[in-house]
């Protein structure tokens, strides 16, 4: 069976390489897999390589989370300084023939998911087992094949604006793992692309395992936490909080990172694990100044989860412990990509925080569930004490207290674009090179990254994101 999933892997890769037969291609060799069960395996995917991005780059350099210095980003002379571009959001980027990891992978991924699901549509079942796990697969797959298209969307197309999502380019859209070559897809609008993962999604939840397969395969608990994510990101907070609430009540521990043990705690409490292509995260940059002070010194998700490097520096006449920054491979945990319980209470806090029917006691609620269990006993009423008095205040602290939860994740690059639609949190983001600052403000487009050239020159029918 490992041949097959080598094959596909080979064919994902050729596919989306090829400048003749875009999706059209089958190499000699190709096993077509037959049974249930070869299904099933592939959606484990080759030593997990179907779960393992490798779009660090992209996520963290293009936000405002990190700061790199010009060790970090390598020779700035080399025009194909892949770092210095995203860091610095130069007008051209992805230039040339150069795979781009964020764009390739998550197509590898949907040409299997579009595989399984086409393979299980004509497949003879015996048993009433067998029509129970191809239900099970099918429902696994479109979640999979949901999230990578989420990826894309966020990552490609501008945030999803209920005034203009209808018009404006999101991805293009394959729903088959083969198309000719004369029907090279066109993008679909990002409205299109976001009805298209939700469906997907809520079709498949009720077929999903309660408790996963495994680590990398979703369950019910997070086909819950998928849709919060993207009801939240579409500013449907009503559907956003429901759902995060039925991932809650299904798994809603929050690991405890005050104790010797957060390594494991923290895994516990992963709906999904998605690794970044070096599994303990971004390791160009260090946490930025802006980043570093919304945290208390105390808080374990600095001193613990970050592992934050220090200097001591006078201020005011009084030595203080100043974070510099963090190196991946010191962290002593994987980093997931993926959702976690945690997320889901900070996104039913927001939600409550914008809603009419939402308290501010509720937001306090989720809030401290967190906070609890992020700050030593002996710290936590001295620190964690949130003073909010009106809606306006909650969801000010309700966002920062997202940062600082999910700042290793990389989906502060999405947030920014989400919170640049709303006057009240758009903000500029400046970077720093050499002495030189690059700053991009909030209506600028450079947040949106452009299609690689790689894909434009076999396929006509896409058109190219503006770049400032």
Not at 30 to 51: A, C, I, K, W
Request: some cysteine.
């Amino acid at each position: 069976m490992k041949h097959i999933y080598k094959i596909l892997t080979l064919i994902t890769i050729f596919v989306f390489s090829s400048c003749d037969d875009f999706l059209d291609i089958e190499p000699k060799g190709f096993v077509v897999p037959s049974e249930v069960r070869d299904f099933d395996l592939m959606l484990n995917g080759g030593n997990y390589t179907m779960h393992t991005t490798t779009d660090e780059d992209v996520l963290f350099l293009t936000a405002d989370d990190f700061q790199s210095t010009t060790d970090q980003l390598g020779n700035l002379e080399n025009p194909q300084n892949k770092k210095l571009k995203l860091y610095t959001w130069t007008e051209n980027l992805f230039l040339g023939t150069q795979e781009q990891p964020a764009w390739n992978m998550p197509y590898e991924n949907i040409f299997t998911y579009n595989t399984i699901l086409e393979g299980l549509e004509g497949i003879a079942l015996e048993n009433e087992e067998d029509v129970e796990d191809v239900n099970r697969i099918v429902a696994e797959a479109k979640v999979g094949r949901a999230y990578e298209y989420w990826l894309l969307v966020n990552t490609f197309a501008k945030h999803f604006n209920k005034t203009t999502a209808n018009t404006d380019f999101g991805v293009p859209l394959i729903t088959k793992p083969r198309a000719s070559a004369l029907d090279n897809p066109p993008r679909a609008t990002v409205e299109e692309i976001y009805a298209f993962i939700i469906k997907d999604v809520e079709e498949a939840i009720a077929n999903l395992p309660v408790t996963a397969i495994n680590k990398v395969r979703p369950s019910k608990t997070t086909g819950y936490a998928f849709l919060a994510r993207f009801y939240l990101s579409s500013g449907n907070y009503e559907k956003a909080l429901k759902n995060a609430t039925l991932a809650i009540n299904l798994q809603g521990v929050i690991g405890d990172y005050t104790g010797a043990a957060y390594r494991t705690e923290y895994d516990k409490e992963q709906y999904l694990t998605r690794f970044f292509g070096y599994s303990r995260g971004f390791n160009a940059g260090f946490l930025s100044d802006e980043l570093v002070n919304l945290f208390d010194e105390k808080d374990t998700r600095i001193n613990k989860i970050a592992r934050a490097d220090y200097k001591w520096k006078k201020i005011n006449g009084t030595w203080t412990k100043i974070y510099s920054g963090f190196y991946k491979n010191a962290l002593g945990l994987n980093i997931n990509h993926s959702v976690s319980v945690p997320e889901m209470y900070v996104i039913r806090a927001e939600c409550n925080a914008r809603l009419a029917s939402g308290t501010i006691a509720d937001v306090i609620s989720d809030l401290n569930a967190i906070r609890i269990k992020r700050f030593s006993s002996v710290d936590y009423s001295a620190v964690t004490a949130v003073d909010i008095s009106d809606k306006t205040k909650a969801l000010k602290f309700v966002l920062e207290e997202r940062r600082r939860e999910l700042f290793l994740t990389g989906i502060r690059l999405f947030d920014l674009k989400r919170l640049n639609l709303e006057t009240a949190f758009a903000k500029s983001v400046t970077h720093t090179v050499e002495g030189v600052d690059y700053t991009l403000n909030p209506g600028a487009n450079n947040l949106i990254l452009p299609i690689p050239a790689q894909i434009l020159n076999f396929n006509s029918n896409i058109s190219q994101n503006p770049r400032d």
